[in-house]
């Protein structure tokens, strides 16, 4: 049976049968102990042996790794664990040789990103990949409950939404052998779309055709962006949450916004309890109370304007002069969550380094945008009411150089039925790098896609 | 508020704000009435409303589409339902003109999908995308509750799994000028992986290295395969579920697809009825006692030769030969699944004929792959246990062709703590045309990709 039905539905003196793998065994002259994890929980399970068994022997020289079936009784443990088990019997499935490259020792991330389709054995990865999981379920429950259609837009698209310099194109041609025509230009009609496509890097526009039908939806999907960046917050192939919601404008938003960031932290608080303990203690102190306050927390509302006069006034020396027509830095950020100690959604940005489908304000020189920061994060989400005037679309379009012929099936949704609406975008591996203070975003995807790296 | 919870929450009386789209305005003299909705249930409600209003002559003439918000009371209705609003405001957000190409009429399936950006807003495709909403989120729950770990495997990759001639390139180059070596072959090493890299069209391989940290796993998220195919059940882009269990043999991992299938079909019984008795009523008559059926049902398991003694005792005229060592065709899918009255197992496949990572069985010519057949659909899951004696899956992957250097790693997870397991791969959108009666593909994906067809 699985580890995590042990522990739930398990009393002493209960017969069980379970199969997993050892994390160590420690073998002493009449008996030994093997840590063992089956990987459906964090916590592992003593298992205690003794030289009764007819392979005493050859248990005591089990590898670390290695996989195995035992059979036992659950019996009172002195340990950290309430429960131990007496193995009755106990056999070896697969063996893991002395070049196992995960010892019961400390690893470096480094090394463990070099195998890292074997790190999820450890207890950091057992962790990460937990809440990995149990917030991905938290997102889908949070908008199933709330009237939502899950929305799974397309990813091999031709349109154009972030800019297609930063899209993967993709092909079905022979790269060696490309067909031409007659002006030696490649000749797309021959390949399998009859024409260039990209894998994208936002469901956002078929987002809101779905909007346009379903009044509220979300997508949560895998998402690609170009970025030559090795840093430690960039990947080329990351997940994001992107909801678009008909009638509503940017307050509405921002409700939306606060509410589910709550629902899915106490979430993964009450439902990943020993891996946050675990990131508490080894990764990030205070990350319990950071994310307990959160959850308690108003969330403050600011305009960009005011997000400037404060960081002008505070008379502190930034790195980068804030400014009424600039983003904000990270240490900008930063003094703006610590001043309010919480979490602060700073709206109203100069529309010239916001997106072109971001809604023009009144004022004709901000956008209905909104950007939520969070202490020890910074930015985790970024929203905005959608423009819907196609006449200053058409002007955002151009100053953008956002090609037009491949959006026109978009504009249509502002001239049948259209109405105000908002969405945003939530990028998962941020969201999962402040739940469990992970410093990397290479260390809370499976098998990151970083420039040069595609390896497994 | 949403019209989902007017209708669970609200009672007649009760003044409520709904915000949503027109499907039908027909006026009479002194009064009007809307078939409205919000597309956040199936059902519609009808909104009256009477000269009284001062804005009566603009309501009478509200085109079909445009989108609207009403205020007004829950009156007793002699209508489908068992209430209506009674208007009191109602103000247009967005007209749609007469050349809204979604009017109040039936449209072939071929036209919708021509606007396949719009279709979400008839009947019809409000239920087919609302069924795969709910039936996603039934995935997940079955999963998580049953101690599964959503593993989000990459989707580019240099791993060739399912045979690379089927998988899409993926690139950062300029396809007008892409850079070449001094042998003027493409020099991958310029692009952002360094090397060649592809979509992937299975989670399997990087499935079962998560499987091996955690036991139960699943996947679920896009797939791609380049199949130049241009039939009712192939898509370039479509969703997979594809649930991989360590320690789990042939026997269990039946068990563990009939569960599910049933789990799942139950779901979105409950949760989706309207949707249901919509498509029986005008899809597929009958799809209700189907899937009530099959929930009901205890499947039945056989061995492909066990099928084809069958087949060949039947003595029906196939228009294709039973043989031993082939693949069953659609019309013998169709006898079996007649002739047992519900879902088939049939397991042990000749091994010539199935794919290189299935588990060679002691006779040495079949393999422990598994198809479940359901009636009216055919083939609705495909799994397998995996084959983990490195000798003969070297021979397989000699025979299959499959690059040994892309799967090196892979290999690594039968030479470090390895053990038997087992899994299958789910269609999604093959469950879907079996949940429906939606008899095309392209009618379940809210955006289809098909040979030449990319277009929104």
């Known amino acids: 049976m699985d580890l995590v039905d042990v522990f739930k539905k398990k009393k002493i003196g ?47 020289h089990y590898h670390v790794g290695s996989s195995i079936i035992a059979r036992g009784k659950l019996v009172k443990s002195n340990g950290k664990q309430a429960m131990e088990l007496k193995i009755e019997e106990i056999e070896l499935v697969g063996d893991a040789p002395a070049d196992y490259p995960i010892q019961a020792k400390r690893h470096t991330m480094e090394f463990l990103r070099s195998v890292s389709y074997m790190r999820g054995r450890t207890r950091t990865f057992q962790a990460v990949f937990r809440v990995r999981s149990v917030a991905a379920f938290a997102i889908h429950d949070y908008f199933q409950k709330n009237n939502y259609l899950y929305a799974m837009t397309p990813l091999i698209t031709g349109t154009d939404c972030e800019g297609s310099n930063q899209m993967f194109k993709v092909s079905t041609f022979d790269f060696n052998d490309i067909p031409v025509d007659k002006d030696g230009k490649v000749d797309f009609s021959k390949d399998l779309f009859s024409k260039q496509v990209y894998i994208t890097g936002s469901g956002q526009l078929h987002g809101e055709a779905m909007a346009m039908s379903f009044k509220k939806i979300y997508t949560f999907g895998p998402t690609f962006r170009t970025e030559n960046s090795n840093t430690k917050v960039h990947a080329n192939e990351f997940w994001m949450i992107e909801p678009e919601i008909a009638f509503c404008d940017l307050n509405g938003l921002m409700d939306i916004e606060e509410d589910m960031l709550k629902y899915v932290v106490s979430y993964v608080l009450e439902h990943c309890s020993d891996e946050i303990n675990f990131f ?106 959608r423009e819907i005037d196609l006449k200053v679309l058409d002007k955002r379009i151009k100053e953008k150089n956002v090609k037009k012929e491949s959006i026109e099936w978009f504009l249509n949704l502002r001239r049948f039925g259209g109405c105000y609406h908002s969405g945003f975008g939530l990028g998962f591996e941020r969201l999962l790098m402040y739940l469990t203070g992970m410093e990397n975003i290479r260390d809370v995807i499976p098998f990151p896609r970083t420039p040069g790296n595609c390896d497994y």
Chains 1, 2 share one sequence.
């Open 14 to 60: 209960d017969k069980v049968e379970i199969e997993g793998w050892i994390r160590n065994n420690r073998d002493q002259k009449e008996f030994g102990f093997i840590d063992f994890s089956d990987g459906t929980c964090f916590n592992s399970l003593q298992l205690v042996y003794d030289n009764k068994l007819s392979n005493f022997d050859e248990v005591c």
């Open 280 to 385: 508490d203690s080894f990764v990030e102190k205070g990350l319990r109370e950071k994310l307990e306050k959160l959850v308690k927390s108003e969330f403050v509302r600011i305009t960009h304007k005011e997000a400037i006069d404060l960081l002008k006034k505070s008379k502190k020396k930034f790195e980068f002069e804030p400014s009424y027509d600039e983003d904000l830095a990270k240490e900008h950020e930063k003094y703006i969550t610590e001043h309010f100690n919480g979490p602060v959604f700073i709206k109203d940005w100069p529309k010239d380094i916001k997106a072109w489908y971001m809604k023009v304000n009144e004022d004709g020189k901000t956008c209905a945008a909104v950007d939520l920061e969070v202490p020890g994060a910074g930015e985790i989400m970024g929203g905005s009411e």
